[in-house]
């Protein structure tokens, strides 16, 4: 496939290092010629240097060979421009990322579907989204569901009260007791293993389980000594846009929340638009008055500012005084990793969370169903359906080829969500919930084609 991506910033940074390691042929446009210069060294793209608002520049980057156009620029207006350019020349699938509220209206005359595009992507909507799903699971730093919901995908930092710990994985499956999971994969450092049956956790790791969504609750005590719920009271730190559409969110699901603004005006309006939300006015780094809130009794403080300094410094207060758990919005990816040594539970970058959306989008079609790319991580979860194929008639799990780097975590028949053994024999219009590395993606998805 021939993709064209306007934006060399973080968001296109992001899918050119997804879709070119998958063999795509990725062209990626930009005005800043030394950045283009840079990722093509680093990366198989092919750079154009000029605007993706130019007819010119988009004709000399080949736009009428071009199967997917993204553009992601931090203009709204060029985003736009380049995706109407780009019908005229009859590119199957085009997607933009646009801030301005006015065009995910239902009604507005901006609509997806007046301007022909296929997908329109708002950050603070994902960012938003993202935040919500977190929330409700007290436990996991990470979560993706599959299946309508029947099966969750979900990540966990290891400690070393764990019962886990030491304890080979083959034997962690003997105690489970029917229960439906299966340690889909460990990250240590850098590195993201599929582990085999005689392979350890150790404290320190994350562990990503695929999990019955009805034996959640008896999984985590099993391998974690916990149970997730969702919080009671959350404070949000900032009322931006991010801010304001979580605390909508939450609220709705009967969860207290607290919304901290430094910002008078910005408290007034935020008071109109949310029914049960309790609006302070203070800086979010006000130790005292965030105590006389109640921070220290918080069982979720989420950080939402346009600073990512006062996003990390106001979740280590809020941890620092008994906060349970913490996630904090951060515009620099690169940070990430070393926020989770500083106590931050889950950081999360909306450039990142919005890449990860076009990729789900893009990904989805044919054989597959759906797709999770996990934040902070080279792996991927995809849910495929299988083929009604003479070659998958009563076949074995054993018998099926999964490469080095892949594993099977679930498969759902119907209503029924069977987590798999090797004996489990795969009928036609199952449903295969796999988890894999980048280096096993393209012998996974052939498989299934």
Same mark, same amino acid.
């Given at each position: 496939?021939?993709?064209?991506?306007?934006?060399?910033?973080?968001?296109?940074?992001?899918?050119?290092?997804?879709?070119?390691?998958?063999?795509?042929?990725?062209?990626?446009?930009?005005?800043?010629?030394?950045?283009?210069?840079?990722?093509?060294?680093?990366?198989?793209?092919?750079?154009?240097?000029?605007?993706?608002?130019?007819?010119?520049?988009?004709?000399?980057?080949?736009?009428?060979?071009?199967?997917?156009?993204?553009?992601?620029?931090?203009?709204?207006?060029?985003?736009?421009?380049?995706?109407?350019?780009?019908?005229?020349?009859?590119?199957?699938? =085009?997607?933009?990322?646009?801030? @301005?509220?006015?065009?995910?209206?239902?009604?507005?005359?901006?609509?997806?579907?007046?301007?022909?595009?296929?997908?329109?992507?708002?950050?603070?909507?994902?960012?938003?989204?993202?935040?919500?799903?977190?929330?409700?699971?007290?436990?996991?730093?990470?979560?993706?569901?599959?299946?309508?919901?029947?099966?969750?995908?979900?990540?966990?930092?290891?400690?070393?009260?764990?019962?886990?710990?030491?304890?080979?994985?083959?034997?962690?499956?003997?105690?489970?007791?029917?229960?439906?999971?299966?340690?889909?994969?460990?990250? =240590?450092?850098?590195?993201?293993?599929?582990?085999?049956?005689?392979?350890?956790?150790?404290?320190?790791?994350?562990?990503?389980?695929?999990?019955?969504?009805?034996?959640?609750?008896?999984?985590?005590?099993?391998?974690?000594?916990?149970?997730?719920?969702?919080?009671?009271?959350?404070?949000?730190?900032?009322?931006?846009?991010?801010?304001?559409?979580?605390?909508?969110?939450?609220?709705?699901?009967?969860?207290?929340?607290?919304?901290?603004?430094?910002?008078?005006?910005?408290?007034?309006?935020?008071?109109?638009?949310?029914?049960?939300?309790?609006?302070? @006015?203070?800086?979010?780094?006000?130790?005292?008055?965030?105590?006389?809130?109640?921070?220290?009794?918080?069982?979720?403080?989420?950080?939402?500012? @346009?600073?990512?300094?006062?996003?990390?410094?106001?979740?280590?207060?809020?941890?620092?005084?008994?906060?349970?758990?913490?996630?904090?919005?951060?515009?620099?990816?690169?940070?990430?990793?070393?926020?989770?040594?500083?106590?931050?539970?889950?950081?999360?970058?909306?450039?990142?969370?919005?890449? @990860?959306?076009?990729?789900?989008?893009?990904?989805?079609?044919?054989?597959?169903?759906?797709?999770?790319?996990?934040?902070?991580?080279?792996?991927?979860?995809?849910?495929?359906?299988?083929?009604?194929?003479?070659?998958?008639?009563?076949?074995?799990?054993?018998?099926?080829?999964?490469?080095?780097?892949?594993?099977?975590?679930?498969?759902?028949?119907?209503?029924?969500?069977?987590?798999?053994?090797?004996?489990?024999?795969?009928?036609?219009?199952?449903?295969?919930?796999?988890?894999?590395?980048?280096?096993?993606?393209?012998?996974?998805?052939?498989?299934?084609?």
């Amino acid at each position: 496939m021939r993709i064209m991506i306007v934006g060399a910033g973080q968001v296109g940074r992001h899918l050119c290092e997804k879709l070119s390691v998958e063999g795509q042929e990725v062209v990626l446009v930009d005005q800043d010629d030394a950045k283009l210069r840079r990722l093509e060294r680093e990366m198989n793209i092919l750079p154009v240097q000029g605007s993706g608002a130019s007819t010119r520049v988009l004709e000399e980057a080949g736009i009428d060979k071009t199967d997917l156009f993204i553009a992601v620029t931090d203009s709204d207006e060029v985003n736009l421009v380049a995706c109407i350019i780009s019908k005229q020349y009859n590119v199957k699938t =085009r997607i933009a990322r646009v801030r @301005n509220e006015d065009f995910y209206s239902k009604d507005s005359a901006l609509s997806e579907k007046a301007l022909g595009i296929d997908l329109l992507i708002s950050p603070d909507h994902a960012m938003a989204d993202e935040i919500v799903r977190l929330s409700l699971f007290s436990e996991a730093f990470e979560v993706a569901e599959f299946a309508h919901g029947n099966v969750v995908l979900l990540g966990y930092v290891v400690h070393d009260c764990n019962p886990c710990v030491g304890v080979p994985l083959e034997q962690l499956k003997n105690k489970e007791s029917g229960l439906g999971f299966v340690i889909a994969a460990i990250t =240590r450092g850098d590195t993201t293993i599929i582990p085999r049956g005689n392979d350890m956790v150790a404290v320190g790791d994350k562990i990503y389980i695929v999990v019955r969504k009805s034996d959640i609750t008896a999984v985590e005590p099993l391998l974690f000594n916990c149970t997730s719920k969702a919080p009671e009271q959350v404070f949000v730190i900032g009322g931006g846009s991010i801010g304001c559409q979580v605390a909508k969110h939450l609220e709705e699901k009967g969860i207290r929340v607290r919304l901290v603004d430094k910002d008078p005006h910005r408290c007034d309006a935020l008071t109109e638009q949310l029914d049960e939300t309790v609006v302070l @006015n203070f800086d979010g780094l006000e130790a005292h008055d965030l105590l006389d809130e109640g921070i220290d009794q918080a069982d979720l403080v989420i950080s939402v500012t @346009n600073s990512d300094t006062a996003n990390i410094l106001s979740s280590l207060l809020a941890k620092h005084h008994g906060a349970k758990k913490c996630i904090t919005h951060i515009t620099r990816p690169d940070f990430i990793p070393l926020l989770g040594k500083l106590g931050i539970d889950v950081a999360l970058s909306p450039r990142l969370v919005a890449a @990860n959306l076009i990729l789900r989008f893009v990904r989805g079609g044919g054989s597959i169903v759906s797709v999770a790319t996990l934040l902070g991580s080279d792996a991927e979860v995809v849910e495929l359906k299988i083929p009604d194929s003479e070659k998958f008639r009563g076949m074995p799990m054993k018998s099926l080829y999964f490469p080095r780097g892949s594993i099977a975590g679930a498969i759902v028949r119907g209503s029924e969500v069977i987590i798999p053994s090797g004996d489990t024999v795969i009928q036609a219009h199952d449903s295969l919930v796999v988890f894999f590395t980048k280096d096993a993606q393209q012998v996974v998805e052939a498989t299934f084609a």
